[in-house]
């Protein structure tokens, strides 16, 4: 488990399957991470039993919980993981109640330790909508550095937005 001031990551578990299963099937978060259709319960079960070794499976995902207690308020994922050039993704998502506290910022941090010592990252990239501000500031605050822009990348059904891809050199 990693434990900040205000916050843990802790592996996902079996009793974890509800909550998962609200924020993948949440409609308004769709939109950040290209889900298409709902998810089952059996296969939010089958990727919670799955192996959770980054190198083997290419990604790992710790929930979030305050300091004090094991309810989850968020997760971080590490994607697209590869070893060799010693690089991958972060996702993340807050609940909408728990948003404004700074548990993103230091989910962040955390998971800088985390993959620089433990899993020897070097580099890690986000990609992000135009208007998703609120994400552009926090990696920003993070370290991240906008580093390109994939025009007309993602189509709302209303507008074409771009694509932001931001990177944090972590040596």
């Known amino acids: ?12 578990e079996p009793w974890d399957v509800d ?3 609200e924020w993948e ?33 290419k990604q790992v995902r710790f929930i979030i919980t305050q300091v004090d207690d094991l309810v989850p308020i968020g997760s971080i994922d590490i994607f697209e993981f ?6 991958a993704g972060i996702g993340i998502l807050i609940e909408e109640e728990h948003r404004g506290k700074g548990y993103a910022l230091e989910a962040l941090s955390l998971i800088d330790e985390y993959a620089l010592n433990v899993v020897g990252i070097r580099n890690l990239f986000c990609n992000i909508l135009e208007d998703n501000t609120q994400s552009q ?35």
């Open 82 to 87: 590869d070893a060799r050039h010693q690089r």
């Open 19 to 21: 909550k998962i299963l």
């Open 1 to 12: 488990m990693l434990e900040g001031n205000k916050i843990k990551l802790r592996p996902i």
């Open 25 to 57: 099937n949440n409609h308004k978060n769709w939109r950040v991470s290209n889900t298409l259709v709902p998810f089952s319960k059996e296969l939010i079960m089958q990727y919670i039993n799955s192996a959770q070794d980054i190198y083997s499976v």
């Open 137 to 171: 500031s926090l990696f920003t605050k993070a370290g991240y550095v906008e580093v390109g822009r994939k025009i007309n990348w993602f189509n709302d059904q209303i507008d074409w937005l771009d694509e932001i891809m931001y990177q944090k050199v972590l040596v």
